[in-house]
Nanobody
Framework: VQLQACGGGLVQAGGSLRLSCTAS????????MGWYRQVPGKQRELVAV????????????RYADAVKGRFTIAKDYGKNTVYLEMNRLRPEDTAVYYC??????????????WGRGTLVTVSS
């Protein structure tokens, strides 16, 4: 399985960007897909994740407190893709953003995958 992320770039504070991440390869089920970010000298932190439940009604999303109300994660598993809509960006959102996925390629296991990072730079 490979994760291909795109959509990073330079934006002014208050602006918007949309990241996308597409999984390819042997995929039976996407159990979760989301985004982390990292700045130099700090640990990678969760930004947002979309989790697949047993039933559609059990699907859930989770956000870091710092991005709640500004970022929205959406999934299109028909395309094996997750999007991160980032609005009202702040300079402190500047980071390398990494796509992460928990994917099953058989009914008995789930593996974690990481995409290459995409740089988001927010200028003040």
């Amino acid at each position: 399985v490979q994760l291909q992320a795109c959509g990073g770039g330079l934006v002014q504070a208050g602006g918007s960007l949309r990241l996308s991440c597409t999984a390819s390869g042997s995929i039976l089920r996407i159990n979760a897909m989301g985004w982390y970010r990292q700045v130099p000298g700090k640990q990678r932190e969760l930004v947002a994740v979309a989790t697949t439940g047993t039933m559609i009604s059990d699907d859930s999303t989770r956000y870091a407190d710092a991005v709640k109300g500004r970022f929205t994660i959406a999934k299109d598993y028909g395309k094996n893709t997750v999007y991160l809509e980032m609005n009202r960006l702040r300079p402190e959102d500047t980071a390398v953003y990494y796509c992460n996925a928990q994917i099953s390629d058989d009914p008995w296991s789930s593996n974690e995958y990481w995409g290459r990072g995409t740089l988001v730079t927010v200028s003040s």
